[in-house]
Nanobody, 124 residues
Framework: QVQLVESGGGLVQAGGSLRLSCAASGRTFSTYIMGWFRQAPEKGREFVALITRSGSSTRYADSLKGRFTISRDNAKNTVSLQMNSLQSEDTAVYYC?????????????????WGQGTQVTVSS
């Protein structure tokens, strides 16, 4: 089992940057595909980015390419999301998630473990 705790959210002006972090418990962090999802008010939870177990491959939502960067440190059991050029539509609760699936996927149903979320608010 994996416990995930996000941090780094907050209030930022449009055009600014934030770096989210997710700390995982347990010794098996490197066996999980890690993902970030977000949920804006009155909207469903949507895929943001994922990174494979070794960190050798990443995937992003098409609308976010070039602005967000996901990374992981298996020695420290952490995964991060660097968010640049933030826009008001990026306002949401951001969730870290872990998947034991064989194939990396943006499908949230394949992620077994979730953090409690961290709020990101972008003011225009």
């Amino acid at each position: 089992q994996v416990q995930l705790v996000e941090s780094g959210g907050g209030l930022v002006q449009a055009g600014g940057s934030l770096r989210l972090s997710c700390a995982a418990s347990g010794r098996t962090f490197s066996t999980y595909i890690m993902g970030w999802f977000r949920q804006a008010p009155e909207k469903g939870r949507e895929f943001v980015a994922l990174i494979t177990r070794s960190g050798s491959s990443t995937r992003y939502a098409d609308s976010l390419k070039g602005r967000f960067t996901i990374s992981r440190d298996n020695a420290k059991n952490t995964v991060s999301l660097q968010m640049n050029s933030l826009q008001s539509e990026d306002t949401a609760v951001y969730y870290c998630a872990a998947s034991a699936a064989t194939i990396a996927s943006s499908n949230r149903a394949l992620y077994e473990y979730w953090g409690q979320g961290t709020q990101v608010t972008v003011s225009s």
